[in-house]
């Protein structure tokens, strides 16, 4: 599968964003898929994670109550939607996709990303 992440760009403190992860070339609802952000001089760390169908979800504590993930099968295609963003919030969003059946919280557990798009939040 190939995917395609979108939707970041520069806000200010309180914004709020929307990302997107287009995904082609296999079955979508096949996949778990996952949220993960690195920030300068860190590691790749998970935000969020839904399984195959939306029916369960998982968040890093930072961001539980302010960011939402889910997805459109039908559209294949998975979303993040930010809210009350924070200047440590900045970081390159990648997307990722796994064959687990549960919802995967490392990222060593994904075996598919996408290229990343950038987030910057200004306070």
């Known amino acids: 599968v190939q995917l395609q992440a979108s939707g970041g760009g520069l806000v200010q403190a309180e914004d709020s964003l929307k990302l997107s992860c287009a995904a082609s070339g296999g079955t979508f609802d096949w996949y778990g898929m996952g949220w993960f952000r690195q920030s300068l001089g860190k590691e790749r760390e998970f935000i969020a994670c839904v399984t195959q169908r939306g029916e369960s ?49 490392t990222a060593s557990g994904y075996r598919w990303w996408g290229q990343g798009t950038q987030v910057t939040v200004s306070s």
């Open 57 to 105: 979800t998982s968040y890093e504590d930072s961001v539980k109550g302010r960011f939402a993930i889910f997805r459109d099968n039908a559209k294949n295609t998975l979303y993040q939607r930010m809210s009350g963003l924070r200047p440590e919030d900045t970081g390159v969003y990648y997307c990722a996709a796994q064959f687990s059946g549960a919802g995967v919280t």
